[in-house]
C-alpha cells in the first residue's frame, strides 16, 4: 500500500536552512508525481513544489529562488531544501503523491495519498 512519511522539520532562526524528507513506499516514482504543501492554522493547504513523473518542475510564487525539490528515486526519497527561511515560512509541511505522469498541479484536490506532515518553525 501506498505510505508517505515527512521528517527533517524543526525550528531555525530566521534566514536558516532546513532539509526535509519524504521516504515513500508502495508505488513507483516513475508513475506518480509528488509534491510538498504547506497549511497554517485556520488556513487551507497552499502548494509549495511538485515535481512530476518525467521530472517537470513548478514553484509557488513564494519560495520560487529560495526551496528546491529533488527527488532520489533509489531510496523512493522526495526532497524540499529550503534556505533563507522567513516567519512566514512556519507552517506543517505535507507530501503528497499522485498517480500521472505529467501535470504540475499546485492544489490539493489533485493528490490521492498524503503523509502526517512535519512543522517548520522559524524565528529570531
Known amino acids: 500500500r501506498v505510505q508517505l512519511v515527512e521528517s527533517g522539520g524543526d525550528s531555525v532562526e530566521v534566514g536558516g536552512s532546513l532539509r526535509l524528507s519524504c521516504v515513500a513506499s508502495g508505488f513507483a516514482h516513475n508513475e506518480y508525481r509528488m509534491a510538498w504543501f504547506r497549511q497554517f492554522p485556520e488556513k487551507e493547504r497552499e502548494g509549495v513544489a511538485v515535481?512530476?513523473?518525467?521530472?517537470?518542475?513548478e514553484y509557488a510564487k513564494a519560495v520560487v529562488g529560495r526551496f528546491t525539490i529533488s527527488k532520489d528515486n533509489a531510496k523512493n526519497t522526495l526532497y524540499l531544501q529550503m534556505i533563507s527561511l522567513k516567519p512566514e515560512d512556519t507552517a506543517m509541511y505535507y507530501c503528497?503523491?499522485?498517480?500521472?505522469?505529467?501535470?504540475?498541479?499546485?492544489?490539493?484536490?489533485?493528490?490521492?495519498?498524503w503523509g502526517q506532515g512535519t512543522p517548520v518553525t522559524v524565528s529570531s
Open positions: 503528497a503523491a499522485d498517480y500521472g505522469a505529467l501535470g504540475t498541479p499546485l492544489i490539493p484536490i489533485a493528490y490521492e495519498y
Open positions: 515535481v512530476d513523473s518525467v521530472g517537470k518542475i
